[in-house]
């Protein structure tokens, strides 16, 4: 029941620590706006604010129909004493669908390790959210030919979400970000992207099962823009995109939006 055409495309807005409340609204008018109708038939649309604008981002009518919200992180826990973090349920309750999981920039600044991703991760499966687990090497590691160890280290948990009773291919989804390219404006090529990719999927066809891998969405995320994101969607095992900066504009963003569409 797996099949390649389950994999509708996403496209992943990670406004990461960006925008007040004005832009927010703003930008959610003009998306609506402009957006083409229908489009969401065809593509999937998900976007990451901070925490504190997600609940109004998520609020009945804002943004188009069909297009989702989602958060930057989560804890692993429902609640606690746990100062500043937030649950899976706090993001279930304000609609949330996608949570990103282990973006590098929580890696290398807020020493999230891959023990507690994992967590992270069975947390937000268990509450119902489509965690958007994100993988990818420093240039060292890639010049040093470790990019494709490093991404088997960082996958290695994910054979506990093997079992194919507990979600929807949909609701999981991968993202690799090469480090060297995030935020930098030097792209994978779409050659580079298209071998992690595949790695990737060869990684999850092993850890779970080749149906279930081939269903399993992975985004590619790192300098991508309406310029290049043709290219990389091109590549067979490029399901989509992870984008943070050229996501901030709504102009923008509905191109990279109208380009995954045509996958
Ligand atoms: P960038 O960020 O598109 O600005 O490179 C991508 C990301 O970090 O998710």
Redesign the pocket.
């Known amino acids: 029941m797996f099949v390649k055409d389950m994999r509708k495309p996403l496209v992943i807005a ?1 406004w ?1 620590m960006n925008k007040l409340m004005a832009d927010v609204e703003e930008f959610a008018v003009e998306l609506k706006r402009k957006i083409p109708r229908g489009i969401t038939a065809k593509v999937d649309i998900g976007i990451c604010p901070v925490f504190i604008h997600l609940a109004a981002l998520s609020r009945e009518g804002l943004l188009p129909v069909g297009v989702a919200v989602g958060a930057q992180d989560l804890h692993w826990e429902d609640k606690g004493a746990y100062t500043g973090c937030v649950s899976p349920a706090m993001l279930k309750d304000i609609k949330a669908r996608y949570v ?1 999981v282990g ?3 929580r890696r290398q600044y807020f020493g999230e390790t891959n023990e507690m991703l994992m967590k992270k991760l069975r947390a937000a499966v268990k509450a119902g959210l489509a965690p958007v687990y ?1 993988v990818g090497e420093t240039l060292a590691q890639r010049e040093q030919g470790a990019a494709y160890s490093v991404l088997e280290s960082q996958l290695e948990g994910l054979r506990q979400f093997g079992d194919d009773s507990l979600i929807d291919p949909a609701a999981f989804v991968l ?1 690799y ?1 090469p480090i060297w ?4 404006g030097k792209n994978a090529t779409p050659q580079e992207a298209q071998e992690a990719h595949a790695y990737i999927r060869g990684v999850l066809a092993k850890s779970w099962n080749p149906q279930r891998a081939e269903a399993t969405r992975i985004l590619y ?4 823009t309406p310029a290049n994101f043709g290219m990389l969607m091109a590549c067979s095992d490029v399901d989509g995109g ?6 901030l504009d709504p102009n923008s963003f509905i191109k990279l939006v109208e380009i995954a569409s045509n996958k």
């Open positions: 990670n990461k990103l973006h590098s920039e994100c993202a970000e390219a995030i935020g930098t995320g790192g300098s991508v992870l984008v943070g900066g050229a996501s």
